[in-house]
């Protein structure tokens, strides 16, 4: 047990070291807002950036270098650009692997995910706190093999903006190309409270499960989100199982991070899994690897 925690250990902060060497981005002609830690805000277009650094050229104070460990929110003009919004670093506060958060997307705010080529799913926000999605894993094209389709919703509420947020969401589901029984239907439902910014944070959430004709015990998760470099987040989600008879018990965890480019996420690390049942796999590390592809606002 030791050894596997310091193998994970090991490999989590590898992937620190990796995600913070990033090749120099090349220089778009872009107008940004830039609001900076100490509350200054400059507008203008962008000369250059690199890792550590981005140069805007401003109407009133000329051409500026900011260190960007200085800079709290980039926000870009999309009429300044070729690119639109999805262009845009996109972060996705609303999610972490698997994990949910109590923030959500933004109005007009979209997302194609897909995790281990077969899991698709499309999530949109409706307004800033409600947004929905629908998701199938297409086992079908492996001789019409049975498929699971899922459709989602979420409804999220600050307490206190960018700090303290909440949220409740439910997704119900079936396998098709089966006859259709009850056993054949399932819903997932949870609440997850977040503390922290949208950049960095902590959340719980407590799940609960109906498949196969009956309800599972209550599925705990822990997760958390740290801000290491511009573009790169820590992830991590702890899912904690008390189900003797199902999933089993145990601890089930998501070590990696996240990498914003262009228009799309890439999410990667891997699962550590530690308890009995489906968790007492004799794996130490399993690799995890999933991509968001932004649309919208």
């Known amino acids: 047990m030791k050894a596997l925690f310091l193998f994970s250990t090991i490999v989590f902060f590898s992937l620190l070291t990796i995600s913070n060497i990033q090749a120099q981005n090349k220089s778009k002609k872009e107008t940004v807002t830039i609001t900076t830690l100490d509350g200054n805000i400059y507008t203008g277009k962008i000369l250059k950036q690199t890792e550590k650094t981005i140069r805007i050229k401003t109407t009133s104070a000329g051409v500026l270098t900011i260190k960007k460990k200085k800079i709290k929110s ?10 639109n919004a999805v262009s845009q670093y996109r972060s996705y506060p609303s ?7 109590g923030y959500n997307l933004k109005k007009g705010e979209g997302y194609y995910g897909n995790t281990w080529i077969f899991f698709n799913e499309i999530n949109y926000g409706i307004t800033d ?3 929905i999605g629908a998701g199938t894993i297409p086992l079908f094209i492996f001789n019409g093999a049975p498929t699971p389709v899922w459709l989602k919703t979420k409804v999220s509420l600050p307490i206190v903006k960018n700090k303290i947020n909440i949220s409740g969401g439910a997704m119900a589901g079936a396998i098709i190309g089966e006859e259709f029984y009850s056993d054949n239907t399932f819903l997932w439902l949870y609440s997850a409270g977040t503390l922290g910014s949208k950049e960095k944070n902590i959340s719980f959430s407590i799940n609960f499960i109906y498949g196969g004709g009956g309800w599972s015990p209550a599925l705990f998760t822990l997760s958390g989100k740290y801000k290491v470099s511009h573009r790169t987040y820590l992830l991590t989600d702890n899912y904690l199982s008390f189900d ?4 089993g018990d145990g601890i089930f965890s998501f070590l990696g991070a996240r990498t914003a480019f262009k228009g799309i996420s890439l999410d990667y690390g891997g699962i550590v899994p530690i308890g009995a049942g489906i968790f007492d796999v004799g794996i130490y590390i399993v690799p995890y690897l999933g991509i968001k592809i932004g649309f919208g606002r």
């Open 74 to 83: 980039i926000d870009f003009d999309p009429s300044s650009s070729s690119s």
């Open 95 to 101: 999610k972490y692997f698997l994990g949910t958060s």
């Open 129 to 131: 706190n409600l947004s």
């Open 244 to 247: 003797t008879n199902g999933l």
